[in-house]
């Protein structure tokens, strides 16, 4: 059986190098709040379900949720995009119970096994990303971080868990032939740092999961958001590669203007990307920048577009393997989107009247800098800036509490019970243009690495 493999700086398969180009199914299997158009985090939205229904009716929700966000129309559709690799990104509570924590769940294993046999079906590749663990290996609302500090790394039981876990999906999917590889832990910020922590739990991962599975590839993220790879040391499992994200216009944002001059946005764009990847490219390995993409709402595709384009130069030029984020959402950055007049939309929009995730973020830092005047003395920018992942986790019990829930009640159940088929491909419209640049950088008619077009095609 053929696997994908590591070879120098290459990833290989069948014995010939391989580029992957493809898209990120983001709040499928870990739903993320800006996504989804309901605020709080993953568990959070669940337990709004569940305290307002009941817990049949929520996990018949979320059922139906996973059913019609991904099914055979979606593979097809990227299958015809020209696309080789998809990134889908986990949640631990798929396969752990935490009241429960010894017995692992049927639920993570059969949305998995449908996952796979769809990747069969339609010879694309895919490669499971942990993005929510234990404690959170984040402090922001994407690790299902309900405190803003990122507990997972001060607690070794959380990590125990998680190499756990990893050795029993590697265990479950040794010998799958389109899983290319394991993407162990999304996004990790040590906050503060500590030394030598990204590092252990890396090699404890990498030893469990070759006791099991030494047929596919594993692939480390960098610290500080995926950004930061100074805490890797050394690697010494020959089958693993390096995999970042690459955001310019988050800390940057003056560079999402549209009257930012476009040849200063390509050298920008290109400047910060060689600065980021330089210690990467120490390690000798396969890159694979695993998210980079745009706000869609509220621009014009043009412009989303034009920077799309530049970035994904950047990675065809630097012979980066890449994943755009994202492939579907509730008409934010998804390439494919519920119609307007479908439930789920009708339903966001009443919530987009109290709550939306950029006055999330605007109500935090301002609440954060009223209380810093409450105290002596100066508070530095790094302690404003983490001290923010705290005030918005207080705000997510308000907003479950005093936004979703009693929209969910205004509803009832025999409405929100239709909400899920919004998701289903037939209910969704697709950005056009946006997929026709996606399918010629896909399938290598753009780029400068054409010769390693999508596999398959």
């Given at each position: 059986?053929?696997?994908?493999?590591v070879?120098?700086?290459e990833?290989?398969?069948?014995?010939?190098?391989?580029?992957?180009?493809?898209?990120?199914?983001?709040?499928?299997?870990?739903?993320?709040?800006?996504?989804?158009?309901m605020p709080?985090t993953?568990h959070?939205?669940?337990?709004?379900?569940?305290?307002?229904?009941?817990e049949?009716q929520?996990q018949?929700f979320?059922?139906?949720f996973v059913e019609s966000?991904a099914?055979?129309d979606?593979?097809?559709y990227?299958?015809?995009?020209?696309i080789?690799?998809?990134r889908?990104?986990?949640?631990?509570?798929?396969?752990i119970?935490?009241?429960?924590?010894?017995?692992?769940?049927?639920?993570?294993?059969?949305?998995?096994?449908?996952?796979f046999?769809l990747?069969?079906?339609?010879?694309?590749?895919?490669?499971?990303d942990?993005h929510?663990?234990?404690?959170?290996?984040?402090?922001?609302?994407?690790?299902?971080n309900?405190?803003?500090?990122?507990q997972?790394?001060?607690?070794d039981?959380?990590q125990?868990?998680?190499v756990s876990?990893?050795k029993?999906?590697?265990?479950?999917y040794a010998?799958?032939?389109?899983?290319?590889?394991?993407?162990l832990?999304?996004?990790p910020?040590?906050?503060p740092s500590?030394p030598?922590a990204?590092q252990?739990?890396?090699?404890?991962?990498?030893?469990?999961?070759?006791?099991?599975d030494?047929?596919h590839v594993?692939?480390l993220?960098?610290?500080?958001f995926?950004m930061?790879?100074?805490?890797?040391?050394?690697?010494?499992?020959k089958?693993t590669?390096?995999?970042?994200?690459?955001?310019?216009?988050?800390?940057?944002?003056?560079?999402?203007?549209?009257?930012?001059?476009?040849?200063?946005?390509?050298?920008?764009?290109?400047?910060g990307?060689?600065?980021?990847?330089?210690?990467?490219?120490?390690?000798?390995?396969?890159?694979?920048?695993?998210?980079?993409?745009?706000?869609?709402?509220?621009?014009?595709?043009?412009?989303?577009?034009?920077?799309?384009?530049d970035?994904?130069?950047?990675?065809?030029?630097?012979?980066?393997?890449w994943?755009?984020?994202?492939?579907?959402?509730?008409?934010?950055?998804g390439?494919?989107?519920?119609?307007?007049?479908?439930p789920w939309?009708?339903?966001v929009?009443?919530?987009?009247?109290?709550?939306?995730?950029?006055?999330?973020m605007?109500?935090g830092k301002?609440?954060?800098?009223?209380?810093s005047?409450?105290?002596?003395?100066?508070?530095?920018?790094t302690?404003?800036y983490?001290?923010q992942?705290?005030?918005?986790a207080?705000m997510?019990?308000?907003q479950?509490?005093?936004i979703?829930k009693?929209?969910l009640q205004?509803w009832g159940?025999?409405?929100?019970e239709?909400?899920p088929?919004?998701?289903?491909?037939?209910?969704?419209?697709?950005?056009?243009?946006?997929?026709?640049?996606?399918?010629?950088?896909a399938?290598?008619?753009?780029?400068?690495?054409s010769?390693?077009?999508?596999h398959?095609n």
């Amino acid at each position: 059986m053929d696997f994908v493999t590591v070879e120098g700086d290459e990833f290989t398969y069948r014995g010939t190098p391989i580029t992957f180009r493809g898209l990120g199914i983001g709040s499928w299997l870990n739903m993320e709040h800006f996504m989804v158009g309901m605020p709080g985090t993953d568990h959070q939205i669940r337990e709004a379900f569940s305290e307002t229904f009941s817990e049949k009716q929520s996990q018949a929700f979320f059922d139906d949720f996973v059913e019609s966000f991904a099914s055979d129309d979606d593979f097809a559709y990227l299958k015809s995009l020209g696309i080789n690799f998809i990134r889908v990104p986990f949640n631990y509570r798929l396969f752990i119970d935490d009241e429960n924590p010894e017995v692992l769940k049927e639920t993570g294993f059969r949305y998995f096994d449908r996952l796979f046999a769809l990747c069969r079906k339609y010879e694309i590749f895919c490669m499971p990303d942990l993005h929510a663990v234990p404690g959170g290996q984040n402090p922001d609302w994407h690790s299902d971080n309900m405190t803003g500090v990122p507990q997972f790394w001060h607690f070794d039981v959380f990590q125990s868990q998680i190499v756990s876990l990893w050795k029993t999906i590697a265990r479950h999917y040794a010998n799958e032939p389109y899983l290319m590889g394991y993407d162990l832990l999304n996004e990790p910020y040590l906050m503060p740092s500590r030394p030598g922590a990204l590092q252990s739990f890396y090699e404890k991962v990498t030893a469990a999961i070759r006791e099991v599975d030494t047929n596919h590839v594993i692939l480390l993220e960098g610290d500080f958001f995926a950004m930061d790879f100074s805490a890797i040391k050394s690697i010494a499992d020959k089958n693993t590669a390096i995999t970042f994200h690459y955001y310019p216009t988050v800390w940057h944002p003056e560079m999402v203007a549209r009257d930012y001059p476009r040849e200063q946005w390509k050298r920008d764009c290109e400047d910060g990307f060689d600065t980021m990847i330089a210690k990467m490219r120490a390690f000798g390995r396969p890159l694979l920048c695993g998210e980079a993409g745009y706000e869609i709402a509220g621009d014009e595709m043009s412009h989303v577009i034009a920077m799309t384009e530049d970035t994904l130069d950047v990675f065809e030029k630097n012979h980066v393997s890449w994943t755009l984020w994202s492939y579907k959402d509730a008409q934010f950055m998804g390439l494919v989107y519920p119609k307007s007049e479908t439930p789920w939309m009708a339903f966001v929009d009443e919530i987009h009247e109290r709550w939306n995730h950029h006055l999330e973020m605007d109500e935090g830092k301002d609440i954060v800098a009223a209380v810093s005047h409450m105290f002596p003395g100066t508070t530095s920018d790094t302690t404003k800036y983490e001290l923010q992942f705290r005030q918005r986790a207080l705000m997510f019990v308000l907003q479950k509490e005093q936004i979703l829930k009693p929209q969910l009640q205004r509803w009832g159940w025999d409405r929100v019970e239709k909400m899920p088929a919004s998701f289903r491909f037939s209910q969704c419209n697709v950005h056009k243009e946006y997929a026709e640049v996606i399918s010629e950088y896909a399938r290598g008619v753009r780029g400068v690495h054409s010769k390693t077009a999508a596999h398959g095609n």
